[in-house]
Protein backbone atom coordinates (compact mmCIF):
# COMPACT_ATOMS: atom_id res chain seq x y z
CA UNK A 1 0.00 0.00 0.00
CA UNK A 2 1.40 3.69 -0.79
CA UNK A 3 2.39 6.18 2.17
CA UNK A 4 -0.73 8.39 0.52
CA UNK A 5 -3.35 5.68 0.14
CA UNK A 6 -2.51 4.63 4.20
CA UNK A 7 -3.00 8.27 5.05
CA UNK A 8 -6.12 8.97 2.64
CA UNK A 9 -7.35 5.65 4.87
CA UNK A 10 -6.05 6.37 8.31
CA UNK A 11 -7.75 10.23 7.30
CA UNK A 12 -10.96 8.60 6.68
CA UNK A 13 -11.23 6.48 9.96
CA UNK A 14 -10.63 9.93 11.69
CA UNK A 15 -13.50 11.63 10.41
CA UNK A 16 -15.90 8.50 10.29
CA UNK A 17 -14.34 7.51 13.87
CA UNK A 18 -12.90 10.47 15.92
CA UNK A 19 -12.72 8.90 18.62
CA UNK A 20 -10.06 6.29 17.39
CA UNK A 21 -8.31 9.37 16.14
CA UNK A 22 -5.43 10.70 18.53
CA UNK A 23 -6.86 14.22 19.41
CA UNK A 24 -5.56 17.35 22.21
CA UNK A 25 -9.54 17.93 22.44
CA UNK A 26 -11.05 16.42 25.73
CA UNK A 27 -12.70 13.12 24.72
CA UNK A 28 -16.39 13.59 25.67
CA UNK A 29 -16.57 16.42 23.30
CA UNK A 30 -16.97 16.33 19.09
CA UNK A 31 -15.35 18.89 17.35
CA UNK A 32 -18.36 20.63 15.57
CA UNK A 33 -16.47 20.98 12.04
CA UNK A 34 -16.59 16.97 11.88
CA UNK A 35 -20.62 17.20 11.58
CA UNK A 36 -19.64 19.68 8.86
CA UNK A 37 -17.42 17.59 6.78
CA UNK A 38 -19.64 14.80 7.21
CA UNK A 39 -22.57 17.12 5.68
CA UNK A 40 -20.57 18.03 3.11
CA UNK A 41 -19.30 14.61 1.83
CA UNK A 42 -22.93 13.38 1.94
CA UNK A 43 -24.24 15.66 0.16
CA UNK A 44 -22.43 15.19 -2.97
CA UNK A 45 -21.47 12.56 -5.94
CA UNK A 46 -18.21 13.92 -6.95
CA UNK A 47 -16.04 16.35 -5.86
CA UNK A 48 -13.15 17.41 -3.13
CA UNK A 49 -13.81 18.54 0.35
CA UNK A 50 -10.24 19.86 2.22
CA UNK A 51 -9.96 21.03 5.80
CA UNK A 52 -7.76 23.99 6.17
CA UNK A 53 -5.53 24.11 9.53
CA UNK A 54 -3.97 26.80 11.00
CA UNK A 55 -2.35 26.52 14.00
CA UNK A 56 -3.28 22.54 14.76
CA UNK A 57 -6.94 23.66 14.20
CA UNK A 58 -9.32 23.60 12.02
CA UNK A 59 -10.47 27.01 10.18
CA UNK A 60 -11.69 26.46 7.25
CA UNK A 61 -13.69 23.55 5.18
CA UNK A 62 -13.69 23.95 1.53
CA UNK A 63 -15.77 21.82 -0.95
CA UNK A 64 -15.28 21.68 -4.48
CA UNK A 65 -17.78 19.75 -6.31
CA UNK A 66 -17.62 18.39 -9.93
CA UNK A 67 -20.58 17.45 -12.38
CA UNK A 68 -20.11 14.49 -15.01
CA UNK A 69 -21.54 13.94 -17.81
CA UNK A 70 -21.48 10.84 -19.84
CA UNK A 71 -20.04 11.46 -23.52
CA UNK A 72 -21.80 9.30 -26.55
CA UNK A 73 -19.21 7.43 -28.36
CA UNK A 74 -18.11 8.10 -31.43
CA UNK A 75 -18.31 6.66 -34.87
CA UNK A 76 -13.97 6.89 -35.45
CA UNK A 77 -14.08 10.32 -36.74
CA UNK A 78 -13.59 13.06 -34.29
Do not use: C
Not at 3 to 9: F, L, Q, T, V
Not at 16 to 27: F, I, K, L, Q
Not at 45 to 65: C, F, K, L, M
Request: aromatic fraction near 4%.
Amino acid sequence: MSNSASIRRSTASAVANPSAADSTEEPSVTAPWLSVVSEKVKSMRYGVVQIVVHDSRVVQIERTERTRFEVPQSNGSR
